[in-house]
């Protein structure tokens, strides 16, 4: 709900959740609730740390510090409409002279859409988070870069007639222990985890949610093996991690891909 921001996490005396405390449209307001799934992105970590009480038994969970480290980055992005070239996905690295004695590097990514448009997207920058969604914003010369680097690669699709329609930037939800996603829920606290899906949220959202779905109303997951996805290094046991609450699904650990292989298998 627009105008709506959670500001504590009730929970037993052995963590098992009962209300949130909520500010609607700066009202205080307490809603009761039996379990609870934490999905923001890459506010994630803010969320942990600022809605539990420091002693909450919530942060002894094997997967809390993982999806306690889930944070943004930028990432800009254009939408350009030009030429029609198919629907194509283009993932780059890219060196090119912007002059005599100026060599620049890149890496932008191309979707090419059916309706004549083109999704760009290039490198992240290193800028803060801001604390609300309606605060991100571009630097115009992170998108003046894209665009040049974009251009070195497909001059004609940057022309004097395309026209771009759009100029954003997104936050990236990073997970920096594993690299991978953190799902998974605890039954006996009802609290769940589902952050830290970079750029592939798009692609990964509908069978994120099956399985947060059958971890709450079956205990496993038996859609897709999740057992690389608890925030652990890979090699580190989870089952040493977890303590006894833990109702956790834990099968063969899949084939592990680079991120440019997953992006071609997702394309």
Wanted: net charge negative.
């Amino acid at each position: 709900m627009l105008g709506t921001s959670l500001t504590h996490i009730n929970t037993d005396d052995r963590g098992k959740v009962l209300s949130l405390d909520l500010s609607i449209l700066s009202e205080a307001q307490t809603l009761a609730i039996t379990d609870l799934v934490i999905c923001t992105g890459p506010w994630t970590s803010s969320v942990l740390h600022h809605t539990l009480d420091t002693d909450s038994p919530l942060r002894h969970l094997p997967f809390f510090d993982a999806a306690a480290g889930v944070k943004g980055t930028r990432e800009h992005s254009i939408v350009v409409r030009g030429l029609d070239i198919g629907t194509h996905a283009l993932f780059t690295t890219t060196t090119y002279r912007r002059s005599r004695n100026c060599i620049r590097r890149g890496s932008p990514d191309f979707y090419c859409r059916p309706d004549d448009t083109t999704y760009i997207c290039g490198d992240t920058d290193g800028e803060d988070l801001p604390a609300m969604v309606d605060q991100v914003e571009p630097s115009d010369w992170q998108i003046s870069r894209l665009i040049e680097q974009a251009g070195s690669i497909a001059p004609a699709l940057l022309d004097e007639g395309t026209k771009i329609l759009t100029r954003q930037a997104c936050f990236l939800p990073m997970s920096k222990n594993s690299g991978r996603p953190i799902v998974r829920f605890d039954s006996a606290t009802g609290f769940g985890v589902a952050a830290g899906h970079s750029c592939w949220g798009i692609t990964l959202s509908l069978g994120t949610g099956q399985v947060m779905a059958e971890l709450i109303l079956e205990g496993q997951a038996r859609s897709a093996d999740i057992s690389l996805l608890g925030g652990l290094h890979e090699g580190s046991s989870e089952e040493e991690a977890a303590p006894k609450t833990a109702d956790l699904a834990v099968g063969a650990p899949p084939r592990k891909r680079s991120r440019r292989s997953t992006q071609r298998l997702s394309a």
